[in-house]
């Protein structure tokens, strides 16, 4: 199938580096996302990753290996305000734009 | 400003009843896109459109309904066929494969 897998949940400490990790099948792929997710609101985009290596957008970067089927969301200098759900999707070939999403990283940034 | 827009933002729903959640678009996107989600985990698609007068099942299809008369429109109706309703509903719309763009969501209650 078309899974996406990441872990539930994470915790870290304010100013600490966290990595959360996704992995996907790799028949078919087109491009990946992340989106941030905070409770009961819409999820906001933050990164877009098509080709190999890393894509470092101020505080957040984000990583890709298609040959892997891998990929992180890298969140430095950790913000009480980045307590949230990180969601990764995948977008096939198969399936015309919709994307897949995995179930979401519940990210909690303690002081 | 362009933008998605859903309403209402809560909806309470009676046992037996049937209830309508809109969803409007002023992007010019072609396809739409309705998810549930429940608590702690991730977007699940209920039904998407490409184009005007065509929609596809998602995942998790049965008791909902939808319609796309108009491209910026794609109404989604829950109903009493549903049996577990309670739920986050989150619309979106894209064009060709550049993610997402997410209305606000509506929170639905069953009373």
């Known amino acids: 199938g078309q899974n996406i897998d990441q872990p539930t949940e994470m915790t870290a400490t304010e100013g600490a580096i966290v990595q959360i990790n996704c992995t996907y099948q790799t028949s078919g792929f087109n491009g990946l996302f992340w989106y941030q997710q905070h409770a009961g609101e819409a999820p906001t985009f933050l990164s877009y990753?098509?080709?190999?290596g890393l894509e470092e957008k101020g505080r957040f970067s984000s990583f890709l290996s298609r040959s892997k089927g891998y990929s992180y969301l890298l969140l430095k200098e950790l913000q009480m305000k980045d307590s949230a759900s990180y969601l990764c999707?995948?977008?096939?070939?198969?399936?015309?734009?919709?994307?897949?999403f995995g179930q979401g990283t519940t990210l909690q940034v303690k002081p | 400003d362009g933008g998605i827009t859903q309403s209402p933002k809560y909806l309470f729903r009676k046992e037996g009843q049937n209830v309508t959640l809109s969803c409007e678009q002023n992007l010019n996107h072609d396809a739409m896109y309705w998810y549930r989600q429940d608590p702690g985990q991730g977007l699940r698609l209920i039904y998407y459109?490409?184009?005007?007068?065509?929609?596809q099942k998602g995942d998790i299809a049965e008791g909902y309904s939808v319609s796309r008369e108009k491209k910026e429109s794609f109404p989604l109706t829950v109903t009493s066929a549903q049996k577990n309703p309670t739920a986050f509903y989150l619309c979106?719309?894209?064009?060709?494969?550049?993610?997402?763009?997410f209305g606000s969501g509506t929170r639905l209650t069953v009373v």
């Open positions: 999707a995948v977008s096939f070939s198969s399936n015309t734009g919709k994307l897949i």
């Open positions: 979106a719309s894209s064009t060709d494969w550049y993610g997402y763009t």
């Open positions: 459109s490409q184009i005007v007068n065509d929609f």
């Open positions: 990753n098509v080709l190999d």
